[in-house]
């Protein structure tokens, strides 16, 4: 492995990129961030064959250059938010109904029949877990926030997580959320803030927890700030992951950070009934939500997976409202949640799937929905910006296509990932016809 040290020491140059803007640029990189962007020589090929390195950036010893032979180069996409822990297990544990309901039935009903743990074990959670981390890494992924369910075998899952955040650490960003099972309530919930407790003090780094289905919400969204305030966290929570328009918890989180003048960031992530609102009520939840400066995550593909199953006419499609969220100026990032397990069955860890179903299904541009799942999703996360331009950090994905468009479109054959200047993945697809 290339560790860390050296990848700091070394000075990377990206030749013969091209920028969303059409120019065919030489990146060059000191200590992860980009120093300088010069006009790249001779590069005549939009396909990106023969493209022939320059000499405007100047080597040192420790130099390692990349020909990126044409290939667009793009901030690298983020993910904010994931289930690895859980990933993967679609084959293992069934949801029977196919919703939000079948899918925590058939992951409690799985616990209680496997009391060690199964599939879902420390050992059986970090090998998932890393695949899924490898999968989202080939795709151009350098940092992911992963929420890790805390409740049915303890802490074990956040365990995993903080040892599969060890191993990866030279090339992705892992940021774990902790996500306590109901209730932390009450002398009932004495079980839940134990183990929020002990998660904290197995390193996570975001408290979170499911309020909408806690019976008393209010008291359990004042549990969870309390014990990031204490901790120094931000908060990332699911919320109102349904289309009752009547369920908006977030109006209660918003009033909570207002009251306390919360000082760390929190996240909203779901908010589907915001999506079923009507125009005007949408807008005043909303600008609640802006005045508090919550930031929103919406999830596209588990969200029409889970969603409306039950509706045989004009099912809504469990997107949250994405265009009122963009006037009011309200940070959004797009994850794709769960990944082949109960509560999604399907799912590459691609972000440029993503991508995709926000533009056929929630009509963002495809320039709208890359930016979703890249720079706004870092912004979201609190990461520092990343892209092609001086300052900002080297976490990039190359693609062989020739426009954003194409990108998002998942037309890609070739991606490469670069994580502070170094390649860190390389992907290749290719076909051979017969005749
Ligand atoms: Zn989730």
Known sequence: MFSSKLANMAQFVLTNALLSDGRYVDVEVREGYVSRVVPAQECTSISGRGGVTTNQVSDTPDTIRYDIEGDLLLCAPAEPHAHIDKALTADLIPNETGDLE???????????????????????????????????????????????????????????????????????????????????????????????????????????????????????????????????????????????????????????????????????????????????????????????????????????????????????????????LAEADVICGAGGDNLQDPFNLVGRGDPMETASLLVVAGHQSPERAYQLVAESSRSLMDLHSAGTEEGQKADLVAMNVSTLRAAVAGTATRKRTFRAGRLISEQQISVTRHQ
């Not at 899952?157 to 209730?183: F, G, M």
């Not at 407790?197 to 408290?207: K, S, T």
């Not at 207002?258 to 996240?267: I, M, N, S």
Request: glycine share 8%.
């Open 102 to 324: 079948g899918a925590i039935k058939g992951w409690r009903k799985y616990h209680d029949e496997n009391p060690t743990g199964g599939g879902a074990d420390f050992d059986g959670t970090v090998e998932r877990a890393s695949q899924a981390v490898e999968m989202a890494i080939s795709h151009g992924i350098t940092a992911i926030r992963s929420h890790a369910n805390v409740g049915e075998y303890g802490i074990v899952a956040v365990e995993a997580l903080a040892e599969v955040r060890r191993r990866y650490a030279d090339e992705l960003d892992l940021q774990i959320a902790c996500l306590i099972a109901p209730t932390v309530v009450g002398t009932e919930g004495a079980y839940g803030r134990e183990q929020l407790r002990l998660a904290l003090e197995a390193g996570i780094d975001i408290v979170g927890g499911c309020p909408m289905l806690e019976e008393k919400p209010a008291e359990a969204i004042s549990i969870f700030l309390d014990a990031a305030e204490e901790a120094a966290l931000a908060v990332d929570l699911h919320t109102d992951e349904a289309l009752d328009p009547t369920l908006l918890t977030v109006l209660e989180i918003a009033r909570q950070i207002r009251d306390r003048g919360f000082p760390h960031t929190v996240t909203a992530s779901h908010c589907v009934s915001l999506g079923v609102l009507e125009t005007e009520t949408q807008r005043k939840v909303i600008a609640e939500i802006a005045d508090a400066g919550i930031r929103v995550v919406t999830l596209p593909q588990t969200n029409l997976f889970l969603q409306a199953r039950m509706m045989r006419t004009s099912p809504p499609r469990g997107l949250t409202a994405l265009d009122t």
